[in-house]
């Protein structure tokens, strides 16, 4: 599902949504917006998919899971929840990898089992019939409480604006057209204000430093919008954002490497870490990260205080890395190149 052309017609046309603003939705958690979808993942958005899966963002990475790019008009590090495709008749259709069926825990349990593959297949096979029966076999989100903010949002979209006065930030919110989504006729009845829709998908908990945060990428992507290339401090910001192991894993190498000097440090560290690239701009500022509240941070008794503590810090180092890239970059544009920026 594109909705790219119907974002950009609202936002020609500024239809937007208040807080206050009233929608007739209601979800049913039928799963049917979980298909064939972009999910672009923020800092908070891994943060949470660590906790939730008790893993690291390089795990993430190699498994698959996510991705991690510089996009080509932003040039600005974006990472992505990635949805395996299969090839059906009527065309592509890719999952989510996080929708499992209803039953998922009894076919952990069984996968868990001291027998061989094939009867661990053939008893999955009598579940998923039995299932099926008994009309339990929808499929759900797995990850629920840990799901990224757009899941949290949807039918809801986001955009930040900037007041050119005050210059505060404000969350603008829109309704994706009916037609462009799955959800059915029962779902347009029930009227809720959008401010209750965000409490009731308990996405309001870190709004306050999201603004902080879109305030200070928006800041990067006015200067690097207008650069012929992307800079090697956007691939730092990537790790800063969502590789933080990269991070951990240099203050690891400082402390094991005591004799060795900062270039030789990078280097060792770069080269036994797949994503870390770059990471020399990156190293002067490894002080500010707290190896304490990182180190934790794919663990289950990460709380929600340790997450905005987390958060805090990656806006901070993300605002060295913009007070940088401002200062080596804000007069080096190319005059050629639009200023008009989409967020
Ligand atoms: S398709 Fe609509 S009703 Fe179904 S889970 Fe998604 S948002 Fe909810
Ligand atoms: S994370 Fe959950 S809600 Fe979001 S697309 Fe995947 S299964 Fe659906």
Excluded at 47 to 64: C, S
Excluded at 160 to 168: A, R
Excluded at 294 to 300: E, G, R, T
Excluded at 311 to 325: G, K
Aim: contains cysteine.
């Amino acid at each position: 599902m594109n909705n790219d052309k119907m974002i950009e017609e609202k936002l020609k046309n500024n239809d937007f949504l208040t807080k206050k603003s009233k929608i007739k939705f209601n979800c049913t958690a039928c799963g049917d917006c979980c298909y064939n979808q972009d999910i672009i993942l923020t800092p908070i958005d891994i943060l949470r998919l660590r906790r939730e899966l008790q893993t690291t963002t390089d795990e993430l990475l190699r498994k698959n899971i996510i991705s991690i790019h510089i996009g080509p008009n932003s040039k600005l590090p974006v990472c992505v929840l990635k949805f395996p495709g299969v090839q059906t008749p009527t065309g592509n259709l890719s999952m989510c990898p996080f929708l499992k069926p209803e039953f998922n825990d009894e076919i952990l349990e069984i996968q868990k089992l001291d027998i061989s593959l094939e009867e661990k297949k053939e008893k999955v096979a009598e579940l998923v019939k039995k299932k099926i029966l008994e009309g339990k076999a929808k499929r759900i989100c797995s990850i629920y409480k840990n799901r990224p903010t757009v899941c949290r949002l949807y039918p809801l979209g986001r955009v930040t604006e900037k007041n050119k006065k005050t210059g505060k930030m404000k969350l603008k919110f829109m309704m994706i057209d009916k037609d462009k989504i799955p959800c059915k006729k029962e779902c347009f009845k029930k009227e809720v204000t959008v401010e209750q829709w965000l409490k009731q998908n308990d996405e309001t908990s870190f709004e306050k430093e999201t603004l902080k945060f879109y305030d200070i990428f928006t800041e990067i992507g006015e200067v690097v919008i207008k650069l012929d290339h992307s800079p090697s401090e956007i691939n730092s910001l990537a790790n800063v954002l969502y590789n933080f192991d990269t991070i951990i894993g240099c203050q690891l190498s400082l402390k094991n490497l005591p004799n060795k000097t900062k270039e030789d440090k990078v280097k060792t560290f770069e080269l036994s870490a797949g994503m870390a690239k770059n990471l020399g701009d990156v190293f002067n500022l490894l002080p500010n990260f707290s190896l304490d509240i990182f180190s934790k941070a794919y663990k289950k008794e990460f709380t929600d205080e340790d997450l905005r503590e987390a958060f805090n810090q990656i806006i901070d180092i993300s605002n060295l890395i913009s007070c940088e890239i401002k200062q080596k970059y804000g007069s080096k544009t190319n005059p050629n190149k639009s200023n008009k920026k989409k967020s």
